[in-house]
Nanobody, 116 residues
């Protein structure tokens, strides 16, 4: 069965950096695009970034462009989200996602808090 396990969240000061990881199992990781979403308190879950199956193409939400970088290591079945120049408004639970055979799969999420 599909499993996604996020890690790497925590408390960071404004302007700081974090690297999130999502370890995937239960499917052929290298065959699927992967996405990162986030959900702030009281708000809807929104797309942060996406990456194609081979990692050759990435896309970002406008507010993350130039600050966040999505990448993947297909040998390790892991997708990453490098987050730099973090702002308080980046505070949210971050989820990785894969859509397989029409179904969305989610991890448990990792909390990122940006605060001084």
């Amino acid at each position: 069965q599909v499993q996604l396990v996020e890690s790497g969240g925590g408390l960071v000061q404004p302007g700081g950096s974090l690297r999130l990881s999502c370890a995937a199992s239960g499917f052929t990781f290298s065959a699927y695009p992967m996405k990162w979403y986030r959900q702030a308190p009281g708000k809807e879950r929104v797309l942060v970034a996406s990456i194609t199956s081979a990692g050759g193409s990435t896309n970002y939400a406008d507010s993350m462009k130039g600050r966040f970088t999505i990448s993947r290591d297909n040998a390790k079945n892991t997708v990453y989200l490098q987050m730099n120049s973090l702002k308080p408004e980046d505070t949210a639970v971050y989820y990785c996602n894969v859509k397989k055979q029409g179904l969305n799969y989610w991890g448990q999420g990792t909390q990122v808090t940006v605060s001084s």
